[in-house]
C-alpha cells in the first residue's frame, strides 16, 4: 500500500525491516546490472534488466544458498570484528563443494561439512579448534535463523541438532596475577606514544570488565555521579548480545578517563592487538596480551578478592551464571594451588 512506503522505505508493517532488506538486495542488483551496461556502452533497457534480475533472484531461490549468504554479511547490524567471522565464514563456504545450494542443507550435510572443518589447518599450525570450528557454526545457524524468518527455508537443521556441535574447551581461561597487573600500570612509556594510549586502554578494560566494542563505545554521559559515595554508576546493554551489564568506575578507571578528558581513547582493533604484544614484551609478561584478557583478568580479579559469583556475572553481563562458572574454576585452581606450595613448604621444614 502507498500509506507504507514512506520517505523511500517501507514501514508501519510488522516485517518492515524484513522487506526493507530485501528491496535493498534488490536495489543492489539492479544497480550492478545498470552498471555493467554503462561500463559495456549497452543501452539500458529496464524491461530487460527488470527480467534479468527476476531470473537472479528466482535461481537464487533454486539453488544458491551461498550467494544469499554473501549478500547478508554487510546488512547485518554486527560489530566489525564478528563481520570478520562471517566473512571468513563465507570463505569455508565457498572451498566446501557440497554446501552451497539451498537443497544441500540437510543435518547430515552439516555434520559432513563439521567433519571438513576439523580438518583444516589452522594458522598457527595443527589444525582448527573445536572452538574455532564452533564460530563457524555459530555464524551459520545465525544466518539461517535469518533465513527461516525471511521465508527462504522452512526450517533451520541446526534446531535438530541441539548440544551436537562441539563448543571447545573455553575452561582453560588466561589471566594476569595482581604483580602483572601492577608493572603494566608502573611501565614509563613516552608520554602521548601510540603504546602509552593502548596501555591506558588495557587498564581500563582491566578493571571494568568491558569488552573493546563495548569500551569503545563508553560515554562518561551515560553514568550517574553517587555525591555521597564518590563513584560513578551505569546499568547498561553490551553491544555484541544485547545483555544487561552492571558497572561502576574503580580508582584506576578514573585516573585513565581524567587523563584522557574523561573519554576512552580510540584504536583500531588489529592496532590495539599489536601494541598489547609489544607492551607484554615491555612488561615482560609471559602470557600474551590481547584486549580479551582484561576482561578475563577483571573477572578472576573480583572472585578472587571475595565478589559473588552472580554479581560478577552481572559485572560481565553474561546471559547466564554457566558463562562465569569457568572463572570461578580458575579461582579453585588457585586455592588449590596455594594449598600446596604450604604444603610444600610444610614438608621441606
Not at 149 to 158: A, Q, T
Not at 206 to 227: E, H, K, M, P, V
Not at 257 to 264: D, R
Not at 291 to 312: C, D, K, P, Q
Amino acid at each position: 500500500m502507498k500509506s507504507e512506503w514512506v520517505a523511500g522505505a517501507i514501514s508501519n508493517r510488522p516485517d518492515s525491516d524484513i522487506l526493507n532488506t530485501r528491496v535493498r538486495i534488490l536495489f543492489t542488483k539492479v544497480m550492478k546490472e545498470i552498471n555493467e551496461r554503462m561500463e559495456a556502452g549497452e543501452p539500458i533497457d529496464v524491461a530487460d534488466i527488470r527480467e534479468r534480475v527476476w531470473q537472479m533472484a528466482q535461481a537464487q531461490t533454486d539453488n544458491s544458498m551461498l550467494d544469499w549468504i554473501e549478500e547478508q554479511v554487510p546488512l547485518l547490524n554486527i560489530s566489525d570484528g564478528t563481520r570478520k567471522h562471517y566473512s571468513t565464514l563465507v570463505l569455508r563456504l565457498t572451498e566446501y563443494d557440497k554446501l552451497k545450494a539451498w537443497r544441500d542443507l540437510s543435518v547430515e550435510n552439516i555434520y559432513k561439512w563439521d567433519a571438513w572443518l576439523h580438518r583444516l589447518p589452522a594458522q598457527k599450525g595443527g589444525l582448527i579448534s573445536d572452538g574455532g570450528v564452533y564460530t563457524y557454526h555459530k555464524c551459520m545457524k545465525a544466518l539461517l535463523n535469518r533465513a527461516k524468518e525471511f521465508g527462504r527455508i522452512n526450517e533451520n537443521p541446526y534446531d535438530r541438532m541441539r548440544g551436537k556441535i562441539k563448543r571447545g574447551d573455553k575452561e582453560n581461561v588466561e589471566y594476569l596475577t595482581e604483580d602483572e597487573i601492577q608493572r603494566l600500570m608502573d611501565l614509563k612509556l613516552p608520554h602521548g606514544s601510540k603504546l602509552e594510549t593502548a596501555r591506558d586502554l588495557f587498564v581500563f578494560q582491566i578493571w571494568t570488565g568491558l569488552a573493546f566494542s563495548d569500551a569503545q563505545a563508553f560515554n562518561i554521559r551515560l553514568y550517574r555521579y553517587d555525591t555521597a559515595n564518590r563513584t560513578w554508576n551505569y546499568n547498561g546493554r553490551r553491544i555484541k548480545t544485547g545483555v544487561p551489564y552492571i558497572s561502576q568506575l574503580l580508582p584506576p578507571v578514573v585516573e585513565v578517563l581524567e587523563k584522557y578528558g574523561m573519554q576512552v581513547p580510540k584504536i583500531d582493533n588489529a592496532d590495539y592487538n599489536h601494541l598489547l604484544k609489544l607492551l607484554g614484551d615491555v612488561a615482560g609478561i609471559d602470557t600474551p596480551l590481547h584486549s580479551h584478557l582484561g576482561r578475563h583478568t577483571f573477572a578472576t580479579y573480583m572472585l578472587r578478592n571475595g565478589s559473588r559469583i552472580e554479581n560478577v556475572s552481572k559485572m560481565l553481563g553474561h546471559k547466564n551464571i554457566t558463562q562465569t562458572l569457568r572463572y570461578a574454576k580458575v579461582v579453585a585452581e588457585s586455592v588449590h594451588d596455594d594449598y600446596n606450595k604450604v604444603a610444600e613448604k610444610l614438608k621441606n621444614k
